[in-house]
């Protein structure tokens, strides 16, 4: 049994690393922080959490946190790296769901977010949470950085097709659809019901912060001396709650490849990705609550186009259930423990 | 280690059992059945379930039936009571989720579902599968006919009240609405998403079949020589998936009670039932996946009138949740093994 | 041709008036009005205008809108008040939207809204805008306070009940239902589509402010020496945009009073209710983008209860529409000018 | 007044012309068949049309239609084949919403339609109804065939680009995502609310009837010498009603060119063609209801990338909108006559 703490635990990331968590069999939820709703049971504010959890909001408390074996965080941009270095010298191995150590080029990471980075120096030491390339180096990280939701879904898609050089780097389109509670809980008139339900559009069309978070890992599982892994990544806003699909496309450099035995053999091993029958299209309510990813490939019209779907749910694959699987390895427990929820479906 | 079979697969209460069952520790589904589905794979049907459950469906065959210490009945009004009568004979312990032996009046249950019923000697030996209210019948109950889902709701909401004699029985009513599944999965143009989202509508407000159900359940909690009670029932249809909430209505014979404390005196020992706190609205959301019922009760402008507002997922709570509630009480099992999730929210 | 003023133009009750007004054949919009959004096109909000609007929104000031024929207020309550005695003076028709001049009674209105009438000199002449009731009166009104969403729908339903003492007034209850849109255009973490979408809940159960109006309207509309209406008001929040659906229960009086020829009698006339055949369930989709209310009646079992169920959209004939029905009354155009809409189905 | 009719008037194809029609100033409905619902009054089926029509539908009659000026059909394909000649040679002016007359290739049509055309004579005096490319054509014809609803979308988001030969033609992309209406009012399992809300999927991914006919649309618009259009179509199903979505890929073969200018000039004198401000992102909401089409283009990071956005309401731009556009072109009426609806937001 080890005790955990989540630093901002009032968004949705949140709350569904509760909703995993108080069912984990070897993990005590020790400390949970928020600001702004100290001393309010957690209960009081997720209804859904009556009778599971007996805690309440503290502010956020180095010492506190330091007791703990483990602390997430589940904080805007920003806040992860102000706190890290105080956690890190104290030994506290910590789970980052936010984006401040996804990527390791500070110039990058500067100019898509906007504001200095404020701890530089911790960076090179983070590892990149997706289980499906980087399980060895979790095992014993100390700092995990989780990746976007976006970038899970679209990198799990492409990863066989890079690692084996099978297509044109240089021209990747990632065309991805993402539930409303990517957007977090956040009082904003363009996230009402009354605004985004019963509707869709995309957006971010000339440039989203995933974008270079995807690209890194892309362009780190292709082979030495292959094109750079290039990506026209169009996002959009769907009327639901959860959900992310993606819609990958690609040049066929290689026609002779079995597509779809190259993407079961690649993922046998995995415990949360799975590849569909042939002919099969994945939907997003087979993983909804789930840490599933499940992805097809196609070959339309026999033609030099690759197809790929990707779907994950953004909460848990795409955030929470990611990071708890991430834990799951840095501590040695199985590691679905805690993540055998079936799809809530229908 | 118990081997259950499930007569019915393929419906939503059908997924939604084998959603809780696959993850229950004390129970193994052995035997699925469905005519149309033969030789199918559960996993190809509901994708949720690929990586969980490794069954196919099969034709319903007494004999397969007979070999599981319980069955479950998900099938559709007059199945199950045809087959009753060799499965009890045979000594298996039965779980009917259908209307088939729910009504002791055999002539309202005919006239109600229009049919003549195939079984009607076995109707006194079953137990009505509510457990706040006859948990210790079906603990040693060979046939458990499981609650509808507005019963269930509209029950454990005026339970309190009727108990105790606190309300004009003879005129209660119960303003309950459905999310699309309760209508189940049907080829019916009525239920396609084009017609049943962005809207609502009262239906059957001439008359449902639960309202017998129902106020059989209500006049059985009155205390001897009680008015009996006597239910307007007008259920409605919600743009979604999941979730039954009932607003339900009475005059108060009695404006001195503390309803606040009734109610939770009343299920404070009930694993699934969670009284809100005082001026709380319950949300179907936070019941969403999982076996709570959640109940507030209110006295507006401080009239006669008492408001219980009752919530609960009509698949769980409502259909498949309770029956694997009343399994664990039958079997000496944990009242809540494999029914332990949090709510899905957001 | 006029030229009419919209006082708040950025709200959802502002941006359905221009949709119904942009086509109106005898209604020019001259001004439209917003503090925040001042100089922004109208079309750049609301881009379902683009090509039908050409105006700009432009601080609210006096001059501009009395030399309007008539002037809208689409804003909060409170607003409409502290303006109208400048615009009355100077002989602008104002039609207002807001709770601001609905109830007669001052002390009430200061009670449910928690603040100091600004201009109860006012209020005695404010006619109510309900076409049905008061046709003759808004004709010749300079000042129209347009009903509640909640209170139109309510009140079409009991109006012939009432009207004709068939029910007993002392209790009657309204179980009603409204899209998201009736909260308004917000920004407020409980409207997120994550937080409303894909749930019900009931709200307000304690006291809602369109109580005391429904039951003022109620009242009026009783014949000398009825026993005084009082009314059980509980609404619900739907997951969806637009629609109110009132399901009303009353108790009979008298048994033998044809109900569906007493609905359809007290209605022959009016283009904007329909009551639909005996036996109908009215959804909201059959209203939704008109200004209809459609209505059905039921005496279940052939008890005392009388359920009524009444439609309307909330944004068209339970506030912009019913308002354009009232312009049109004030100014002798056709009642349906501008209004000639289908509701979009599917 | 010209006095039309349309075959097969229940589904929502038919419901959305009648929807249209009742308020066009020049037509009369004088007939509309269904086989099904013969005797049945269109407002009984269709309780929005309540107040609107008095006609009931009759079984298909060649007399009553050839006495009409226009028929419409809205027919699965196959239907309108049969019935072709026989209207065609009495004179009657046909407008064809099926697939039957789309693609000029019989060969073609019949494979991806899987059944032997039953009129193929008639293909060649076709229009394709796409206003915005043959509306001098569409003037004179007697037989007009409406684009289908991705096509349209598809097509105004290309043409621009193909027209001056901007792009590699032989690596296009449309991801293109539709309302669950597209699939119409059809009792299937997979259609249901409970199966495609709170959902997202691709589809067809191995190919749509679309395809050809988009591929058609776009060869034709290239100048003579460019390489032919070759496109990879992926449809989506979006758990809402009404709205296509396309998000259009090409590379560009002429970064010089201003893309804005481009699209702005192209469209500017077409009444349903909305090119949005440089960096907007069309919502499927701004065309709720309406005819209108709006787009935009974006050049993501400055890449050969060009990214269209294309939005129109499937079943007016994409169905009915369209073929009313057709019917007031053919009979010399102003082409927004019946079609000046603003759309519905929010």
Same mark, same amino acid.
């Given at each position: 049994?080890?005790?955990?703490?989540?630093?901002?635990?009032?968004?949705?990331?949140?709350?569904?690393?509760?909703?995993?968590?108080?069912?984990?069999?070897?993990?005590?939820?020790?400390?949970?922080?928020?600001?702004?709703?100290?001393?309010? =049971?957690?209960?009081?504010?997720?209804?859904?959490?009556?009778?599971?959890?007996?805690?309440?909001?503290?502010?956020?408390?180095?010492?506190?946190?330091?007791?703990?074996?483990?602390?997430?965080?589940?904080?805007?941009?920003?806040?992860?790296?102000?706190?890290?270095?105080?956690?890190?010298?104290?030994?506290?191995?910590?789970?980052?769901?936010?984006?401040?150590?996804?990527?390791?080029?500070?110039?990058?990471?500067?100019?898509?977010?906007?504001?200095?980075?404020?701890?530089?120096?911790?960076?090179?030491?983070?590892?990149?949470?997706?289980?499906?390339?980087?399980?060895?180096?979790?095992?014993?990280?100390?700092?995990?950085?989780?990746?976007?939701?976006?970038?899970?879904?679209?990198?799990?898609?492409?990863?066989?097709?890079?690692?084996?050089?099978?297509?044109?780097?240089?021209?990747?389109?990632?065309?991805?659809?993402?539930?409303?509670?990517?957007?977090?809980?956040?009082?904003?008139?363009?996230?009402?019901?009354?605004?985004?339900?019963?509707?869709?559009? =995309?957006?971010?069309?000339?440039?989203?912060?995933?974008?270079?978070?995807?690209?890194?890992?892309?362009?780190?599982?292709?082979?030495?001396?292959?094109?750079?892994?290039?990506?026209?990544?169009?996002?959009?806003?769907?009327?639901?709650?959860?959900?992310?699909?993606?819609?990958?496309?690609?040049?066929?450099?290689?026609?002779?490849?079995?597509?779809?035995?190259?993407?079961?053999?690649?993922?046998?091993?995995?415990?949360?990705?799975?590849?569909?029958? =042939?002919?099969?299209?994945?939907?997003?309510?087979?993983?909804?609550?789930?840490?599933?990813?499940?992805?097809?490939?196609?070959?339309?019209?026999?033609?030099?186009?690759?197809?790929?779907?990707?779907?994950?749910?953004?909460?848990?694959?795409?955030?929470?259930?990611?990071?708890?699987?991430?834990?799951?390895?840095?501590?040695?427990?199985?590691?679905?423990?805690?993540?055998?929820?079936?799809?809530?479906?229908?």
């Amino acid at each position: 049994m080890i005790r955990v703490g989540i630093v901002g635990g009032t968004g949705y990331t949140g709350v569904e690393l509760l909703r995993l968590l108080v069912n984990h069999p070897q993990v005590e939820v020790a400390v949970i922080t928020s600001r702004a709703e100290e001393g309010v =049971a957690v209960a009081d504010l997720y209804p859904s959490l009556r009778g599971h959890l007996d805690l309440a909001f503290s502010v956020p408390d180095v010492d506190a946190l330091a007791a703990c074996d483990a602390v997430f965080f589940a904080t805007p941009h920003g806040v992860a790296q102000a706190m890290m270095p105080s956690l890190i010298e104290r030994g506290v191995r910590v789970i980052d769901l936010s984006a401040d150590f996804r990527i390791q080029d500070i110039a990058v990471w500067e100019k898509w977010y906007a504001q200095a980075h404020a701890c530089p120096e911790l960076v090179p030491q983070a590892v990149y949470g997706l289980p499906e390339v980087y399980r060895e180096q979790i095992k014993t990280a100390q700092l995990v950085a989780c990746p976007g939701c976006y970038p899970t879904a679209t990198q799990l898609g492409f990863l066989p097709l890079l690692e084996n050089n099978l297509v044109d780097a240089s021209d990747l389109i990632a065309n991805a659809a993402s539930g409303a509670s990517g957007a977090g809980r956040q009082a904003k008139v363009d996230n009402l019901l009354t605004e985004v339900s019963d509707s869709f559009k =995309a957006y971010a069309c000339g440039g989203h912060r995933h974008l270079p978070e995807i690209e890194q890992g892309l362009r780190a599982a292709q082979p030495a001396g292959a094109t750079e892994a290039k990506l026209t990544f169009v996002p959009h806003l769907l009327p639901m709650i959860r959900g992310i699909h993606a819609t990958l496309y690609a040049n066929l450099t290689d026609k002779s490849v079995d597509l779809q035995a190259l993407f079961e053999e690649r993922y046998a091993n995995e415990p949360f990705v799975d590849v569909l029958p =042939a002919g099969s299209h994945p939907q997003t309510r087979t993983v909804k609550s789930s840490n599933m990813c499940r992805l097809s490939v196609f070959n339309p019209q026999d033609s030099d186009k690759v197809v790929v779907l990707s779907v994950i749910d953004n909460l848990t694959k795409g955030a929470s259930g990611q990071a708890v699987q991430n834990l799951n390895i840095m501590f040695g427990f199985e590691e679905t423990a805690g993540l055998d929820q079936v799809a809530l479906l229908p």
